[in-house]
Every structure is written in C-alpha cells, then in structure tokens.
C-alpha cells in the first residue's frame, strides 16, 4: 500500500510542473495527505516552524530533482532535516540532472519529458511497490589489500581492500550498544555549559557503529585516487602525514566521502547524527569530557598542551572514550548530522535565510578545554571548512 502522508521538497522554479504534479497524485489517489508549499518561504521563523513540523509528520519526502532545487538552499535543508529524522526519501527526476553525494546511493524515478499525469501514475506505481530498486548488479570483485593499509595501521584494526579495481581502506569501529544516555548538559555539573546544551535530558538510540579514530589522510586519499574528491586545501603536504585526521572538510564533502564509500564497498557509511556522536563520546552516565568531568591535558590535544597543531590519531590513548573511540575531545572538530531537537534547528539559531548552518563537535587543537566537552557545539555554514574541520564515520546497521 502507497504511504498516506507524503511532502513534497521542491524548488520553485518548478511550480508549473509541480502543481499539476501534486493535483494528479491528488487526484489518482484521494487518500493521499501531501503537503506542497506552491508559494515558497515567505513567513520568517514561524515558516521554518511549519516546514519542520510538516516533514517530520510525513513518512515519505518526494523529492522533485532538478538543477534549480539542488541549488536551493531551503531543498538542502529539508534533504538535511529528512535524512536526519530517518524519512523515507523518494527522488523523481523532472529535469536532467548531474547529482553526486548520497543520491549517487539511492535509486530515483525518471520523470523527465513526462507529463505531470504520467509521472504520478508513475510514482503512484513506486510507492506501491514494496522495494524500489535497481536491478541486481553482480557481485563486486573483493580482493583484500593489506599492503595499501601503512603501518602500523594494520595493527590499530584499519582494513585495506580493492573492490572492483578501487583502493578502499575501512576504519575499525566500535560498537555503541542499544539504550539511553544522558544528552546535553547541567549547570550544577557543568558550570561551562551554554544555554543551547541544557537542560540535560534522556535520549534513547538504536545500536550503532562508530569509527574508532577521525577519518584519516590515508583513507580520504584513496577517494582523490580514485577521482572521487577533490583533494583538500595543503594537500601536498598533508598528504604526507598519512596516519592524522583529515581536515579542510566541509559538511558537503563529509556527505560526499561517506556517500563514495557506500558505492564502493556496498556498505551503508554516513556521518554520525548529533545524538550518535554524543553517545559514542561520552557513553550514558552524563560526564563532561570521555574520561570524566574534570579536564586532564594528557587525555586531549587542545590549545590546553597540546602543539599547537593536529597529532596523528589514537596519540591520545587516556583520552578514550566509554565504547572505545579516541580523538572526540580536541585534535579536529568533527562534522555531524543534524536531528529533530538540535539547537541548530531552533528559529534562532538557523543564521541568514536560506543558508544552512551546521555543526561541529568535539573541539580541536587550537580550541580551549571548554570546546573539548562532549555537550559543546560549533556552529559553520556547510559549505565551509577550514583546518580545524575533520569527520568521523558510523556504519548504520539498518
């Protein structure tokens, strides 16, 4: 059966193709609840209050793709909100389009040149269809590869692969259990905490698998190899300290490294969420810093210390967190995705309009102990980067 509740993400530039569109589904099917904004943003925060409601009361977004919505920032941010939310995200190609990042992973309906009556019988055909995908391709040609994985790599748990002709190096990952943690922070605990981490509350998360280290230099350079990023600002010479974090990542290039992996290895590999990373960082008892609530300089490479400069991962072995991961206080700031209750989604805190804003946890080399607590967030447009901005990986296990 099709979903009842659908949203539709488009640009409007495309309204002349898309009202016809949606008074079809309309009409093919009277059971459908779709909300369609044909006017586009216009009423400030309390716009952007509805559009987030509205999506996230939806189990399919349909996304209209065009040249003219991946350009628009507010499609961006619904992709960004639908993604985070774990909505069912359906592409329909209206116009010829070059797509990259994560849309590269899934598969779209191809709508181009058709009338707006026959792409929603078309779409109406998707939505009944259990699963939508492509046709089987054949298996990939796996062949391990350990002599791409530099020691001691190998031994810290780095895997090296070749699938299909490309160069591949997984992370090794640790496993953060089903359950609770307490997320944010209290000013009794915590006197350093900002109005955007309390109160401190209990969020409940799935199982998941994180990357026990940042996404290093030696990984990414297998995807500039391979042509599938573009190589980072100072490449030449962090390309020779092949064992530190890789930095000058936007928001954009995180979702794009992510999205080459999971073509390549068949995996399911993406940023973690803001509650995933928090967990992962801090485990379920609330605590400052991974290790505790009281800051120790030999736990972390922050401006508290540290050189002055990002250190190769895992040099900070006290600084470990409860399941295992190291480098989450200081080294690089880490981009993460966002979710439902993040501060970075409140009116308030969404920067100019039509610009979407993100963040980034952790803190870095350069940053004060203060930036280092779990709870604490930065705040960067998502197209920026700089080099203090790294990532981490989880594998999602659904």
Not at 265 to 280: F, I, L, V
Request: charged fraction near 20%.
């Amino acid at each position: 059966m099709p979903a009842t509740r659908l949203f539709v993400s488009h640009s409007t530039q495309d309204n002349d193709w898309c009202r016809p569109f949606v008074a079809a589904l309309k009409g093919a099917d009277p059971s459908l609840d779709i909300w369609y904004d044909e006017y586009g943003l216009s009423g400030g925060t309390e716009w952007v209050q509805t559009l987030q409601k509205e999506l996230q009361s939806r189990e399919v977004v349909v996304l209209i793709l065009s040249p003219d919505a991946l350009a628009s920032q507010w499609v961006g941010e619904e992709i960004q909100l639908a993604l985070a939310t774990r909505r069912t995200l359906l592409p329909v190609m209206h116009k010829p389009t070059n797509i990259s990042g994560f849309l590269l992973t899934r598969q779209w309906i191809d709508v181009v040149d058709l009338a707006p009556e026959d792409a929603a019988r078309k779409v109406l055909t998707a939505l009944n269809s259990p699963v939508v995908f492509p046709e089987a391709a054949p298996p990939k040609q796996i062949v391990p590869a350990p002599e791409i994985v530099p020691q001691p790599f190998g031994q810290m748990g780095f895997v090296g692969r070749i699938i299909d002709g490309v160069q591949v190096i997984t992370p090794p990952l640790c496993d953060v259990p089903a359950g609770p943690f307490l997320r944010g922070s209290d000013l009794k605990r915590d006197p350093e905490a900002s109005d955007a981490e309390i109160p401190m509350r209990t969020v409940d998360l799935p199982a998941f698998k994180i990357s026990r280290f940042p996404v290093t230099v030696v990984e990414f350079a297998c995807a500039v190899r391979a042509g599938a990023m573009r190589e980072p600002r100072d490449w030449a010479t962090g390309s020779q300290r092949p064992y530190h974090p890789i930095t000058n990542m936007s928001w954009r290039d995180a979702i794009n490294y992510a999205a080459w992996l999971t073509k390549v290895t068949g995996e399911h590999w993406r940023p973690p969420t803001e509650d995933e990373w928090e967990k992962a960082a801090r485990g379920t008892d609330g605590r400052i810093y991974p290790w505790g609530d009281q800051f120790d300089p030999r736990r972390a490479n922050t401006s508290d210390g540290g050189p002055g400069e990002p250190t190769a991962v895992g040099m900070y072995p006290m600084g470990v967190s409860p399941y295992g991961a190291l480098d989450m206080a200081g080294n690089v700031q880490e981009w993460c995705g966002l979710t439902p209750d993040s501060p970075l989604l409140r009116p308030n805190a969404l920067g100019e309009p039509g610009k979407s804003v993100g963040y980034l946890a952790g803190g870095s080399f350069s940053d004060s102990p203060t930036t280092a607590r779990a709870a604490y967030r930065a705040q960067l447009f998502m197209g920026e980067r700089g080099d203090e901005t790294g990532m981490r990986l989880v594998l999602q296990l659904a």
